[in-house]
């Protein structure tokens, strides 16, 4: 009888660590499905960072293409009113011309 009963105490040992691994399943199953939802987020907000980074990227290359027209149309303004100062006032010319040398070393 003692063997029976030694039978009947290792089947119910053995029930419950069943029962006890199973519920650790469930529950390691319940953080995995957890942490998938967290990381499919994080993968969307990486996505939209990313994205938004893009766009920025291009509105300042723009800009800077729009800042360089600008620039380039007053650089052009500043010469033809050179110009037009040294035919009006060829005397001036001499001394504008260094001037303008200086700002072209800087710029």
Do not use: W
Not at 38 to 43: G, I, L
Request: net charge neutral; aromatic share 2%.
């Amino acid at each position: 009888m003692t063997t029976i009963g030694n039978i009947e105490h290792l089947v119910d040992k053995l029930c419950a660590t069943v029962s006890s691994l199973r519920t650790e399943r469930d529950q390691l199953r319940a953080q995995v499905d957890e942490l998938k939802s967290k990381f499919a987020e994080k993968d969307l907000e990486l996505i939209r960072t990313g994205k938004e980074n893009q766009r920025t990227l291009e509105v300042l290359e723009r800009e800077k293409l729009t800042l360089q027209k600008e620039k380039n149309q007053i650089e052009g303004q500043l010469k033809a009113i050179y110009d037009r100062i040294s035919t009006l006032m060829p005397e001036l010319s001499g001394t504008l011309s260094g001037a303008g040398g200086e700002r072209s070393a800087r710029g």
